[in-house]
T-cell receptor, first 115, second 113 residues
Framework: GAVVSQHPSRVICKSGTSVKIECRSL??????MFWYRQFPKQSLMLMAT?????????EQGVEKDKFLINHASLTLSTLTVTSAHPEDSSFYIC???????????FGSGTRLTVV | DAKTTQPPSMDCAEGRAANLPCNHS???????VYWYRQIHSQGPQYIIH???NNETNEMASLIITEDRKSSTLILPHATLRDTAVYYC??????????????FGKGTRLSVIA
């Protein structure tokens, strides 16, 4: 089946630094990828929709200059958390949409801790 | 997309069937019912989806009422590894478009030995 690889699975960074999270579709092309954020004991909240070759679409309240999304190829989208602060600590999950069926495949998530 | 309502939590004895309900009374004719689950600290995993007929795969069965206003996900023989949060999501099923899945609060299923 379709696989989405997300790296790193866990990262700890200092406040003020930037962190890049990668999301790759391994055996299918994904013109669209989605980025979610999940705080403890809460559901997944959509942050942005990433489209290959164009600018991402951000949900209301998500700072586009803080959460930089790049989707330069049909198999790779990256999320960069810039100038991270402790309140950015969360579980970040990507999802890719297959164009050949109704499927949405999710990455395994990245646990970001900002200290 | 139509809104769904699920109980916040359920318990199930290991080896027994787990029946997870979902209400989607405002579902429209072209909307599918999707079920995903999320095991702790992992990404969501697809389980099953359906439009109006009952569906079964190697993981579960999906029973949709005739009026399509509710559905039940059935895990026939629950194991400890089925402990997770289960999400029922209703959305238009199309092969094109770039609309994401929108997650509600889901049901936290605890399988007990």
């Amino acid at each position: 089946g379709a696989v989405v690889s997300q790296h790193p699975s866990r990262v700890i960074c200092k406040s003020g630094t930037s962190v890049k999270i990668e999301c790759r579709s391994l055996d299918f092309q994904a013109t669209t990828m989605f980025w979610y954020r999940q705080f403890p004991k809460q559901s997944l909240m959509l942050m942005a929709t990433s489209n290959e070759g164009s600018k991402a679409t951000y949900e209301q309240g998500v700072e586009k200059d803080k959460f930089l999304i790049n989707h330069a190829s049909l198999t790779l989208s990256t999320l960069t958390v810039t100038s991270a602060h402790p309140e950015d600590s969360s579980f970040y999950i990507c999802s890719a949409r297959q164009v050949t069926n109704y499927g949405y495949t999710f990455g395994s998530g990245t646990r970001l801790t900002v200290v | 997309d139509a809104k769904t309502t699920q109980p916040p939590s359920m318990d199930c004895a290991e080896g027994r069937a787990a029946n997870l309900p979902c209400n989607h009374s405002t579902i429209s004719g072209n909307e599918y019912v999707y079920w995903y689950r999320q095991i702790h600290s992992q990404g969501p995993q697809y389980i099953i989806h359906g439009l109006k007929n009952n569906e079964t795969n190697e993981m579960a069965s999906l029973i949709i009422t005739e009026d399509r206003k509710s559905s039940t996900l059935i895990l026939p023989h629950a194991t400890l590894r089925d402990t997770a949060v289960y999400y029922c999501i209703v959305r238009v099923g199309t092969l094109s478009g770039n609309t994401p899945l929108v997650f509600g609060k889901g049901t936290r299923l605890s399988v007990i030995a």
